[in-house]
């Protein structure tokens, strides 16, 4: 299970913004605000457990850091934009892009290759709504598709929700979560 919280050591802030300095500078260009530093922690002994995908995580410049006992997390940095709402989620391997609306169905767009994994042939949780996107190369271009996805999916009468705070960011993690998990029991 992973638990989020919130960074507030200047020390591992000042880590996580040296690491995505560029993706945080590319991203205010694109009118975004920081939002929050994020701690997304695995379980107890998670360090063992996740010992063979530590240095794919280090190769990806990932900032881990490992609480007792033995957990394993990386702080990420959280920044939010007000039109359309979304929050953008800078991690090692790329940038995620995510947009809730009021009849709980989610746009989910990124930079991540992975992601092109998890298109429409793979089975989706039928409840959770999750709509992901190709992913893109360039963190400019994985925006515009966002904000096009976005366009369409309200001309189609879906009704953007708040996504502009730490909590809101939690609950869509946690469905994407849930989603995934789904997806690695049925594939």
Known sequence: ????????????????????A????ILEGLGFRQLAYKLEMRGPLS?????????????????LVFPFPLHVASANVLLAHSGP???????????????????HSLLISSTLESHLALQATSPQHSSLQIIRTPPCRAL??????????????ETQGKKIAKTSSFADYVEISER????????????
């Open 85 to 103: 709402p979304a929050i953008a989620d800078c991690m090692g391997m790329g940038v995620k892009f995510y947009t809730s609306f009021c009849d």
């Open 176 to 187: 994407e979560e849930e989603d995934l998990r789904y997806r690695m029991r049925s594939g």
């Open 22 to 25: 560029t993706e945080m500078s």
């Open 1 to 20: 299970m992973t638990t989020y919280a919130q960074i507030s050591n200047p020390e591992l802030q000042s880590r996580i913004r040296i690491r995505y």
């Open 140 to 153: 400019n271009e994985a925006w515009l598709s966002h904000r096009r996805h976005t366009a369409a999916m």
């Open 47 to 63: 360090a063992i457990w996740y010992l063979p995908v530590l240095p794919l995580m280090r190769r990806a410049k990932e900032v």
